[in-house]
């Protein structure tokens, strides 16, 4: 059964970065787009960033574009979110996502398999 596990949260200032990761195990991300959410306290969780199951194709959301990166290692299983130039409000609990298929619609995962249980990011001076 797959089980994900992300790690790599923490407090950060803000201008500052982290990479987060998404590490899979029980079965293999081969065949799976992969994405990021996050969850801020009092509101709904947001899709920000997928990418394809080959790493050809990545999508963000605007209020990301130009300063995260998702990126994978399919031999390692594992699947990155670098982020940069971190502002306050990128404060949340993010999450990783496995699509039940192989491509993205858009930044969002359409279908998906398996939620990973989060790990948190805090953005403050």
């Known amino acids: 059964q797959l089980q994900l596990v992300e790690s790599g949260g923490g407090l950060v200032q803000p201008g500052g970065s982290l990479r987060l990761s998404c590490a899979a195990s029980?079965?293999?991300?081969?065949?799976?787009?992969v994405g990021w959410s996050r969850q801020a306290p009092g509101k709904e969780r947001e899709g920000i960033s997928c990418?394809?199951?080959?790493?050809?194709?990545?999508n963000y959301r605007d209020s990301v574009k130009g300063r995260f990166t998702i990126s994978r290692d399919n031999a390692k299983n594992t699947v990155y979110l670098q982020m940069n130039s971190l502002k306050p409000e990128d404060s949340a609990m993010y999450f990783c996502?496995?699509?039940?298929?192989?491509?993205?619609?858009?930044?969002?995962?359409?279908?998906?398999?398996?939620w990973g249980p989060g790990t948190q990011v805090t953005v403050s001076a």
């Open positions: 029980g079965d293999t991300l081969d065949y799976s787009a």
């Open positions: 990418i394809s199951n080959t790493g050809d194709n990545t």
């Open positions: 996502a496995v699509s039940t298929g192989l491509v993205c619609s858009d930044y969002l995962v359409p279908s998906v398999r398996r």
